[in-house]
């Protein structure tokens, strides 16, 4: 689950993130700390950093991760 937290639609949202303020929410810890840090142990949540760090760098975007509780999240229902 952290990985698909990890990987959020960068790719797809390209032109509406174009050099923005982005506020990202994850009520997953391991998720968060690892897009915080851009590292992780785990060698497939590394390869989805490398390449969110990636779009990052195309984006130019300014970016901030934050906590969200599982309760509080909208999207946690219709994923399970």
């Known amino acids: 689950m952290g990985q698909a937290e990890v990987a959020p639609c960068r790719r797809t949202w390209k032109s509406l993130l174009w050099q923005r303020r ?16 851009g590292y992780s142990p785990s060698v497939n949540t590394g390869e989805l950093l490398l ?6 760098l195309q984006i130019r975007a300014l970016h901030w991760y934050g906590r969200v ?11 399970r």
């Open 22 to 37: 982005i506020l990202w929410f994850l009520d997953n810890d391991s998720a968060r700390f690892a897009a915080i840090a």
């Open 51 to 56: 390449h969110i760090a990636t779009a990052d």
């Open 69 to 79: 509780l599982t309760a509080a999240n909208i999207g946690d229902l219709p994923s």
